[in-house]
Nanobody, 115 residues
Framework: QVQLVESGGGLVQAGGSLRLSCAASGTIFGIYTMHWYRQAPGKQRELVAAITSGGSINYVDSVRGRFTISRDNAKNTVYLQMSGLKPEDTAVYYC?????????WGQGTQVTVSS
């Protein structure tokens, strides 16, 4: 059974940092592109960052230079290091990956940035 479990969210002041983790189980983690999404209240879920099995990385413009995505295939874990956090980064953050046409999601972790 495929499972993704996020952790590391919390409340932080503007300008602070958090590190999110997403641990995968039940699949061959290393071959898939992993994604971090976020969804703020009243807004659509948006793709924040992605990392391929080969280590190629993409970011949404609003987080480029502040967020860093990485992965440790030996630990079946993908990370999102967030620094320079802003109130507009407040959202539930989800990790996800695709197998064929199916997308697997974690349960999400809340990130709240106070001004």
């Amino acid at each position: 059974q495929v499972q993704l479990v996020e952790s590391g969210g919390g409340l932080v002041q503007a300008g602070g940092s958090l590190r999110l983790s997403c641990a995968a189980s039940g699949t061959i983690f290393g071959i898939y592109t992993m994604h971090w999404y976020r969804q703020a209240p009243g807004k659509q879920r948006e793709l924040v960052a992605a990392i391929t099995s080969g280590g190629s990385i993409n970011y949404v413009d609003s987080v480029r230079g502040r967020f860093t995505i990485s992965r440790d295939n030996a630990k079946n874990t993908v990370y999102l290091q967030m620094s320079g956090l802003k109130p507009e980064d407040t959202a539930v953050y989800y990790c996800a990956f695709n197998i064929g046409l199916r997308t697997y999601w974690g349960q999400g972790t809340q990130v709240t940035v106070s001004s």
